[in-house]
C-alpha cells in the first residue's frame, strides 16, 4: 500500500510539472486547438498535447521502479508480459495520437494501429475468455475470444477519446474507472495492479489541476486515447482475476458513460450517414448543456456524479451474488433509460427529422463526390472555381468566394474569385475554411456566407465543405508545384 500511494504521489507531482512544461512550450510554438469550428465549446485557442503528461506521469514511477529495491517493482517486472504489455502498448497508442494531433491521422491509420496493438495484447494474454452473468452459467468464448477482446480494447480507446468534450471530463471520467480497479486489485491483494492503477490516477489529477473549466491545456487525442488504452488492458486483467459473477460486467459498468456516448455516437452516425470519426454536437455532454441549460462547469460535474453512480455499481457487483446483481443492472438501466429520455435520445417526435437528414446527407455526399471529381480534373484556377460556382445554390449560400495566395519573389499575390446572388436580408453568418494540405503554410481560402438568419452552420454541411475544402487544396498544391516548375507558363489572373 505504501509502495502505491509513493506511485500515486509521484506520477501526481510529474503529470503536474510536465503539463505545466507542455503548456508553456504549447504557447511558444503555437501547438493550439484553435476554436475555429462550429461544434468547438470554447472560444479561445487553447494548448494542447496535454496528454504528454499523462503520459509521462504514469510512467514515471514504473520506470522509478528499475532503480530501487522494493519487493512490489521485483513483482512487477517479474510480470514480464503485463509490464511488456503496457510499456510497448502505451507507448505505440500515445504516438498515434501525439501524430493525430499534429497532422490528423485517418480513420484507417488509427484502427490499424489500435487493432495492431490490441493484438500484441491478446498474444501477450489480455484476454477474456469467459464472460459470467447472474443469469446463469458462465459462457466460454472459445474462438470469439479473439474479436471480443480486439474489439473491447479499440472500443474503449475510442470510447474515451469521444468523450473528451468539455474541461476536465475526460480525466474526471478516467479518474472515476480507475477507483473501481484500484479497490477490487486492493481487495485481491494484487499489488502490481494497485500499482499501476495509482500511477494512472495520480497522472490524471496532476493533469486536471491545469484542465478542469477553465481548462489552460487539452490532452488532445495523445492523452485521451492512451487512458482508454490503460484502462482497457488493465480491465482485463481485473476482470480475469476476479471470482464474482459478473466479472466482465464490473469494467463495462465502470466506463458506462464513454461507452454509452460511444454506442449512441456510432448509431447516430450510421443513420445519418455520416463518418465514424466526425465530431458533432450532440453528444452525451453537449446535451447535458443544452437540454438542461447547465453552465460549462455545472454540466462536467453532473457527469462526474454519473460516473461516481457507474463506478459505486460496479464495486457493488462485484461483491453482490446473482439475486443482488440483477437488482443492481436492473436499477442501473432504469437510470439509463430515464437520463437517455432526459436528452431526448429516445424522443419519437425527432424520427422525421433524422429521416429528413438521412435525405439531406445522401444529397451532401453526392455533391461531394460531384464536385470532388470535378476539381480533381481542374487544370487551372479557373477551372477549379468553375467546378465550385454551383455551391452557391446547392448550400443556398449568399456568396462564395476562392482565394489562392500564391507565392512570388519578393512577396506574394492573391488570386480572388466571388460569386453571389440573392438569397435573403438578415446579418450575414461567415464559414471560412482554410486550404491546407499536409503540414505546408495555408494555400488560401474558401468562404460561404449566408444572410438567411442562421447563427452557425448544419454540421454535416460544414463536413461536406471540408471535405470540398481538402479537395481543392489537393490540387491546388499541385497547380503552385506546377507554376513554381515553368513560371513562363504562368498568367495572372486579375
Not at 165 to 181: C, K, R
Amino acid at each position: 500500500m505504501i509502495t502505491s500511494f509513493v506511485a500515486f504521489l509521484t506520477s501526481l507531482v510529474v503529470g503536474a510539472v510536465l503539463t505545466l512544461v507542455v503548456r508553456n512550450r504549447a504557447y511558444a510554438h503555437g501547438w493550439f486547438d484553435q476554436a475555429k469550428s462550429s461544434r468547438k465549446i470554447h472560444a479561445r485557442p487553447v494548448p494542447r498535447l496535454g496528454g504528454v503528461a499523462i503520459v509521462g506521469g504514469f510512467f514515471a514511477p514504473l520506470c522509478a521502479l528499475m532503480l530501487v529495491d522494493s519487493g512490489v517493482g521485483t513483482a512487477f517486472f517479474m510480470q514480464d508480459r503485463l509490464a511488456l504489455g503496457l510499456f510497448a502498448g502505451g507507448i505505440a497508442i500515445a504516438f498515434l495520437g501525439l501524430y493525430d494531433d499534429f497532422r490528423g491521422a485517418g480513420a484507417r491509420l488509427k484502427f490499424f494501429v489500435q487493432f495492431a496493438v490490441a493484438a500484441g495484447l491478446y498474444a501477450l494474454g489480455f484476454r477474456v475468455e469467459v464472460i459470467s452473468t447472474p443469469f446463469g452459467a458462465p459462457i466460454a468464448l472459445g474462438w470469439l475470444a479473439v474479436p471480443f477482446t480486439l474489439l473491447w480494447i479499440v472500443g474503449v480507446v475510442n470510447a474515451m477519446n469521444l468523450i473528451d468534450g468539455l474541461d476536465g471530463l475526460a480525466g474526471g471520467v478516467a479518474f472515476f474507472a480507475v477507483l473501481p480497479n484500484f479497490l477490487l486489485a486492493f481487495a485481491r491483494g494484487d499489488v502490481v495492479l494497485c500499482l499501476v492503477m495509482a500511477a494512472l490516477g495520480g497522472a490524471v489529477l496532476g493533469f486536471l489541476i491545469f484542465n478542469f473549466n477553465p481548462a489552460s491545456i487539452f490532452m488532445g487525442d495523445t492523452g485521451s486515447m492512451f487512458l482508454g488504452f490503460a484502462l482497457a488492458a488493465v480491465s482485463l486483467k481485473t476482470c480475469s482475476k476476479s471470482g464474482t459473477a459478473v466479472s466482465m460486467l464490473v469494467p463495462l459498468i465502470a466506463l458506462g458513460l464513454p461507452i454509452m456516448d460511444t454506442l449512441l455516437a456510432v448509431v447516430r452516425r450510421t443513420i445519418l450517414r455520416r463518418p465514424l470519426f466526425s465530431a458533432d454536437k450532440e453528444h452525451i455532454h453537449h446535451r447535458v448543456m443544452s437540454r438542461m441549460l447547465l453552465s460549462h462547469r455545472t454540466a462536467v460535474l453532473v457527469l462526474y456524479g454519473v460516473c461516481c453512480l457507474f463506478a459505486l455499481t460496479a464495486l457493488g457487483l462485484s461483491y453482490a451474488n446473482g439475486a443482488q446483481s440483477a437488482m443492481l443492472l436492473t436499477a442501473i438501466a432504469v437510470v439509463v433509460m430515464v437520463l437517455m429520455r432526459k436528452l431526448g435520445y429516445l424522443s419519437l417526435a425527432r424520427a422525421g427529422e433524422v429521416g429528413e437528414a438521412r435525405r439531406r446527407n445522401n444529397q451532401l455526399r453526392a455533391v461531394v463526390r460531384d464536385v470532388s471529381d470535378a476539381v480533381g480534373r481542374a487544370g487551372t484556377l479557373a477551372a477549379v472555381w468553375d467546378a465550385l460556382r454551383g455551391l452557391l445554390e446547392t448550400m443556398d449560400a449568399a456568396r462564395i468566394s476562392l482565394r489562392v495566395d500564391r507565392p512570388r519573389q519578393g512577396g506574394a499575390e492573391a488570386v480572388t474569385f466571388e460569386a453571389s446572388r440573392s438569397a435573403g436580408a438578415a446579418l450575414p453568418f461567415e464559414l471560412v475554411l482554410e486550404l491546407r494540405h499536409g503540414e505546408a503554410a495555408s494555400l488560401g481560402r474558401l468562404t460561404l456566407t449566408w444572410c438567411d438568419g442562421r447563427g452557425e452552420v448544419d454540421r454535416d454541411e460544414e463536413l461536406a465543405l471540408e471535405v470540398l475544402a481538402d479537395a481543392v487544396a489537393k490540387v491546388v498544391s499541385v497547380l503552385q508545384a506546377r507554376d513554381a516548375a515553368d513560371p513562363a507558363k504562368v498568367i495572372t489572373l486579375r
